[in-house]
């Protein structure tokens, strides 16, 4: 038994990858790694990586994490620049007994140090991009953040071991500094490979103000599918923060578990990747349902080619 689930559209050729990799009876950790790093490689990914779009200040700062589900091991970078794989530097970390969340210049140090490749993240596409951004807001007085889509990884091995990775660029036109939930243990991630794993993706503000991914695991762990958990962790805690908070913006969460049986439940429009020994890797689409449910159908070819269509347009 072996399985996968990943985080958006943009996933699905590094889940593509990775199931080879399962398949072969690869390591989980190996695979959590190869399936973000082609998110990260990939320039028309905007927020992820190489071509992710900038702070306020045209930096890419990037966060990653990665947890083994076998001894709890957790490595994670928050504002790392210049560096083409954060995934692969907070893997290594996780071996670190102290040490192993690093931040900032500290991260990137570290990364150059331990011979990581450096590498310059602003795309020509994602600083015009910016650029245009920047124009908006001194023209029209708008909104400056748009665009928070994490990617996120669980993998379940064939020796029943089980991982958990994400890499973000974060919130385009984030303030200098600022981290979301993505690194954070229990809010962007958890696994236990005796229990399964969740990833989450959104607006981070909002998922660290609910530790919805290790509440998943922990509802796993109770006996709940990973669908009943999602379902009952994302839609309790959006009911929760819009009654106490005012608002909540958008999260989506994927699990699973040590039988390689997944969930996913969101707030918005989600489209996500999964492939296991029993399931042709595929896309999906999720929605909010009625009664605090989800609505998972196949993704659409005409949905593809205006995707394609959409992250290639001329800026």
């Given at each position: 038994?072996?399985?996968?689930?990943?985080?958006?559209?943009?996933?699905?050729?590094?889940?593509?990858?990775?199931?080879?990799?399962?398949?072969?009876?690869?390591?989980?950790?190996?695979?959590?790694?190869?399936?973000?790093?082609?998110?990260?490689?990939?320039?028309?990914?905007?927020?992820?990586?190489?071509?992710?779009?900038?702070?306020?200040?045209?930096?890419?700062?990037?966060?990653?994490?990665?947890?083994?589900?076998?001894?709890?091991?957790?490595?994670?970078?928050?504002?790392?620049?210049?560096?083409?794989?954060p995934i692969s530097v907070a893997r290594?970390?996780?071996?670190?007994?102290?040490?192993s969340f690093r931040v900032g210049?500290?991260?990137?140090?570290?990364?150059?140090?331990?011979?990581?490749?450096?590498?310059?993240?602003?795309?020509?596409?994602?600083?015009?991009?910016?650029?245009?951004?920047?124009?908006?807001?001194?023209?029209?007085?708008?909104?400056?953040?748009?665009?928070?889509?994490?990617?996120?990884?669980?993998?379940?091995?064939?020796?029943?071991?089980?991982?958990?990775?994400?890499?973000?660029?974060?919130?385009?036109?984030?303030?200098?500094?600022?981290?979301?939930?993505?690194?954070?243990?229990?809010?962007?991630?958890?696994?236990?490979?005796?229990?399964?794993?969740?990833?989450?993706?959104?607006?981070?503000?909002?998922?660290?103000?609910?530790?919805?991914?290790?509440?998943?695991?922990?509802?796993?762990?109770?006996?709940?599918?990973?669908?009943?958990?999602?379902?009952?962790?994302?839609?309790?805690?959006?009911?929760?923060?819009?009654?106490?908070?005012?608002?909540?913006?958008?999260?989506?969460?994927?699990?699973?578990?040590?039988?390689?049986?997944?969930?996913?439940?969101?707030?918005?429009?989600?489209?996500?990747?999964?492939?296991?020994?029993?399931?042709?890797?595929?896309?999906?689409?999720?929605?909010?349902?009625?009664?605090?449910?989800?609505?998972?159908?196949?993704?659409?070819?005409?949905?593809?080619?205006?995707?394609?269509?959409?992250?290639?347009?001329?800026?």
């Open positions: 038994m072996w399985g996968m689930i990943a985080t958006w559209r943009m996933a699905h050729d590094g889940v593509l990858a990775a199931k080879e990799l399962l398949e072969g009876q690869a390591s989980c950790k190996d695979a959590v790694e190869t399936a973000i790093k082609a998110v990260e490689d990939y320039p028309f990914y905007k927020s992820v990586g190489y071509g992710g779009l900038p702070n306020e200040r045209g930096i890419v700062e990037m966060d990653a994490a990665f947890m083994d589900g076998e001894t709890f091991k957790i490595g994670a970078v928050a504002g790392i620049t210049d560096v083409a794989n290594q970390l996780s071996d670190e007994k102290f040490n210049q500290g991260a990137t140090e570290y990364a150059m140090l331990a011979g990581f490749e450096r590498k310059n993240m602003l795309t020509d596409r994602a600083k015009k991009i910016w650029e245009k951004r920047l124009a908006e807001i001194a023209a029209s007085n708008l909104d400056p953040y748009d665009g928070h889509d994490t990617v996120g990884v669980v993998a379940l091995d064939t020796q029943q071991q089980m991982a958990v990775g994400t890499s973000s660029s974060g919130l385009f036109m984030k303030k200098q500094g600022r981290v979301g939930d993505s690194p954070l243990s229990g809010s962007g991630f958890y696994v236990d490979s005796t229990i399964g794993g969740a990833a989450a993706t959104g607006l981070g503000e909002d998922l660290m103000k609910g530790c919805l991914s290790y509440e998943i695991v922990r509802l796993m762990g109770e006996g709940l599918s990973p669908q009943a958990a999602c379902d009952r962790a994302v839609y309790g805690f959006e009911e929760r923060l819009r009654k106490r908070y005012g608002k909540a913006g958008a999260f989506s969460l994927i699990a699973l578990d040590k039988n390689g049986v997944w969930g996913v439940a969101t707030n918005v429009e989600f489209t996500f990747s999964v492939a296991t020994a029993d399931q042709e890797a595929a896309i999906y689409m999720a929605n909010p349902g009625p009664d605090q449910t989800t609505v998972i159908t196949p993704i659409t070819q005409e949905w593809l080619d205006a995707y394609e269509a959409r992250i290639k347009a001329p800026v």
